[in-house]
């Protein structure tokens, strides 16, 4: 199965971008600044696991604070290119919902906007829940349809052309916080992300010196943090509860 529409050249092109543009991507962002929160800043120890990593731009990113990072994703295609670029991490191809590890493996569990496009989404976090140590965390970031960016559904959608695969859940604070005491995980801290919320336009700037990607980043920041419930990503630290 390949959602990536293209050849392994175009790819690889995606694969640069996506690597060039990671800060100014906003799951990605609230994934580093959770991990901050609760003390991952620095060298981790344990393995790391990311699902839905797609062409491993931001697996790569992990493999800087962790040198045991493993990157699954279902598209087969996409995994072939993160392997190319990336002899540092492990990739494989797997199926979020029956993940192909032992119980108790990981010490962190990522899935970054992946989500919302997995058919039974309940049985993804369980997997994960498996995984994941006990004395491990889990960091998760969905789109919230009720935000700023409900009108960016639309282009969403559009984006399936190049590899976007369809959103099949709809969330919103609530249903997050009901989703994870369904799959036993306890929520440490649930996070809005780009309140401020221009379609794209970050990833259009070409210099991380940008005038406008610093007023964009001050105003998701500033506001963002008295109306983050607002914010078209919201990002969530959990512990997965064991023996119950």
């Known amino acids: 199965m390949s959602f990536y529409r293209g050849s392994q050249g175009e790819l690889k092109k995606l694969y640069l971008r996506r690597l060039r543009f990671l800060d100014a991507c906003p799951w990605y962002r609230v994934v580093l600044d959770l991990m901050d929160t609760v003390g991952y800043s620095n060298k981790i120890m344990g393995n790391v696991l990311e699902v839905g990593c797609g062409v491993g731009a931001f697996s790569q990113k992990l493999g800087e604070r962790s040198e045991n990072v493993i990157g699954l994703d279902l598209d087969r295609k996409a995994i072939n290119c993160a392997k190319s670029f990336n002899r540092d991490v492990d990739f494989v191809v797997g199926d979020a ?81 009901k989703l994870f005491v369904r799959t036993h995980l306890k929520i440490v801290e649930m996070k809005g992300a780009n309140l401020v919320h221009f379609p794209f336009v970050n990833f259009r700037l070409r210099s991380q010196d940008s005038a406008l990607r610093k007023v964009l980043f001050y105003l998701d920041e500033k506001v963002g943090r008295t109306l983050s419930f607002l914010g078209t990503t919201i990002g969530v630290i959990a512990k997965p509860l064991k023996n119950i």
Request: proline share 5%; net charge positive.
């Open 97 to 177: 919902q029956h993940l192909p590890f032992k119980k108790d493996v990981f010490t962190l569990g990522i899935c970054a906007e992946t989500l919302e496009h997995v058919p039974d989404d309940a049985k993804a976090l369980s997997e994960l829940h498996k995984v994941t140590k006990g004395s491990g965390h889990l960091f998760v970031t969905v789109p919230n349809y009720i935000s700023s960016g409900r009108f960016t559904q639309f282009l969403r959608s559009m984006l399936r052309r190049w590899g976007q695969p369809k959103d099949l859940h709809v969330y919103h604070y609530l249903k997050i916080r």
